[in-house]
């Protein structure tokens, strides 16, 4: 048995190069697609935003933030889950379930990691109010109520809207200074993972 040519091997290395980097264009374009469906709400509620970035995480790494929002009140770190169906879960509850049809499946209550989120951008920004949300589209539904931290897009709409006011926009010149800091402290996660190739 012969062992392969030197050609073979770069060719061998050249594809395995072009699946990864069409696997992280395809995962890009994903994240991407499912975020669309935020932006028009997201933009009537934020002056500014930042989507997909790190932030340092007070212990030498670094957090993901889906969404982070400046608004009328503050800044709100939004962490998109998107599921549909029903969802049974609760503050308390370790695991979540959501059921849509025949599908059932489980993944962690989101707001234990919501909260690491919001500390992270809270040792950044200091001197203003940080809030974390946790966002699902409008195909979910709760059985038993939303969990404190949750909110569908309407709910999100209703509880953070209003920055549009005189007082909103007068509210949200006096937070520039601390967004700009988080501005300057955050990383591009896709240039991150590009790095990391």
Known sequence: ?????????????LLG????????LWGLRARARRYRGFARLFAEIASARLDNVLV???????????HVLLTGRGIVVVHVK???GTVFGSDRMDDWTVIDGERRRTFANPQGSLYDRVA?????????PVEGAVLFPEGASFQGGAPRHVATAAEFRQR??????????????????????????????????????
């Open 56 to 66: 340092p995480d007070g212990e030498g790494g670094e957090i993901h933030l889906d």
């Open 82 to 84: 998107q599921v549909a």
């Open 160 to 197: 953070y809207g209003g920055g549009a006011t005189a007082a909103g926009a007068k509210q949200i010149e006096a937070f520039r200074a601390p967004w700009q800091r988080l501005c300057d402290a955050v990383i591009d996660a896709n240039l991150e993972r590009l790095k990391r190739l």
């Open 120 to 128: 992270a951008v809270k040792r950044i920004v200091r001197d203003i």
């Open 17 to 24: 190069c072009l699946v990864a980097a069409g696997l992280l």
């Open 1 to 13: 048995m012969s062992l392969p040519s030197s050609p073979l091997l770069y060719g061998l290395a």
